[in-house]
């Protein structure tokens, strides 16, 4: 790539679009000489379909135009949901106030007139362009602090309680499952209600988990305490930026008669699915099988959605089989359970209990334990996968994974 092709690329890519070829070539030749990348084009249509192969940096757009109006192309661009926020610019001889009126109806930022001056039109691109970025850096810095937030709470799961953790994988393949069955455009929030939808568990004594998801809890007192764990959830939630749909998912995930009637269809939905998954697992939990335990479900959930019912008969739950392996530190990875508590040789203290799901964060700190304390290696762990399986066989892939956890 040359420097004037990198500069080019650093500055920005900028469609224009107009029926005019002199205004066409016009702006597009003094805004290359700016050093911007420049796409031009004398319909909306020729315009759309570039535009969804290589979304630009911002559009530059007239109005009055054969086949499609400036308009029509600025609305159909901002139901692309894979075009958020690209800045629309509509630059037009139409310059009466209900012309600009529309322009900004239709999801425009600004409105120059013609003929125009190139020093106002550069001037606006630059503004435009740089609120832009500022936008897109504050999106990944929320973006990347969600994440981290959201690999805590799912640490936090991991090292309260192993069995917490794998009844909340099994309820994350269920609803994944139902999701992909379906064909859900986006289940990424119904996934990530389903990880975290035992989090309020974590303030409960284990042995009231155990006896509340058997359903063999004897007290009333236990019953409340159980049952009052996804309000414990939707709380923690709540307070995180973009998670208040899953939080309430979360809220109502008891049953169809908890939940709110004017709560958004998605968190119903997201709602019920979560509702079906944990019941299926409680009573997989418990030593029923498979089978019967979805006949029970459908027989109290009636009038059951039917995709969602298909999408149950389709369903097999994926076994946990482990094999027992004593490894050093260094060949630990995520997935991996203890089998002994890991106690300091120089200290005697306890580092990590028997029973816990190795996650990044966790083989992390026995690595800076092992370095200042001491650890006798080595551990013996449950690993993922059968025994007539090289244990290591995806190991580089795996460790590439846990190191790029820890980096992050």
Not at 277 to 286: F, K, Q, V
């Amino acid at each position: 790539m040359s420097q004037l092709e990198e500069n080019a690329r650093t500055k920005g890519g900028i469609m224009v679009v107009d029926d005019n070829p002199a205004n066409l070539k016009l702006l597009e030749d003094m805004l290359r000489q700016k050093g911007y990348q420049v796409r031009s084009f004398s319909r909306g249509r020729l315009a759309l379909t570039s535009a969804a192969k290589n979304p630009p940096d911002l559009i530059l757009l007239d109005v009055s135009m054969p086949e499609m109006s400036g308009y029509e192309v600025c609305e159909q661009v901002r139901a692309i949901e894979d075009f958020p926020g690209i800045p629309v610019l509509f630059i037009s001889a139409m310059d009466r106030t209900e012309d600009k009126i529309s322009g900004f109806r239709a999801g425009g930022v600004d409105y120059i007139a013609k003929p125009f001056q190139f020093e106002e039109v550069h001037a606006r691109v630059e503004t435009h362009l740089k609120l832009r970025r500022a936008q897109q850096a504050e999106q990944q810095l929320l973006e990347l602090t969600l994440n981290g937030a959201i690999r805590m709470l799912a640490d936090m799961v991991q090292s309260n309680s192993p069995e917490l953790a794998v009844r909340s994988r099994a309820i994350r393949d269920c609803v994944a499952w139902i999701t992909h069955r379906m064909g859900v455009s986006e289940p990424w929030q119904y996934d990530l209600a389903a990880t975290l939808c035992l989090i309020g568990c974590v303030t409960l004594p284990e042995e009231v988990f155990k006896r509340g998801y058997a359903g063999e809890i004897n007290s009333a007192e236990d019953e409340a305490m159980f049952r009052g764990h996804p309000e414990s959830a939707a709380h923690l939630l709540t307070n995180l930026p973009r998670l208040e749909p899953i939080a309430e998912m979360i809220r109502l995930q008891q049953g169809p008669g908890s939940a709110d009637q004017s709560a958004a269809s998605e968190i119903k939905f997201g709602a019920l699915i979560l509702f079906l998954a944990i019941e299926l697992d409680r009573r997989l939990y418990r030593g029923v099988d498979f089978r019967t335990a979805l006949r029970e479900i459908k027989k109290m959930q009636e009038g059951l959605d039917p995709a969602i019912s298909a999408a149950l008969d389709a369903y097999s739950p994926a076994r946990s089989d482990f094999h027992r392996e004593a490894l050093p530190i260094k060949k630990l990875f995520p997935g991996m359970v203890l089998e002994e508590d890991v106690i300091g040789e120089l200290t005697k203290v306890l580092i990590q209990r028997k029973g816990t799901v190795l996650t990044g964060t966790w083989i992390e700190r026995l690595e800076n334990f092992a370095r200042s304390q001491g650890i006798k290696e080595p551990l013996p762990v449950l690993v993922p996968g059968h025994a007539s399986v090289p244990a290591f066989e995806g190991r580089p892939r795996r460790m590439a994974e846990r190191e790029s956890a820890i980096k992050t």
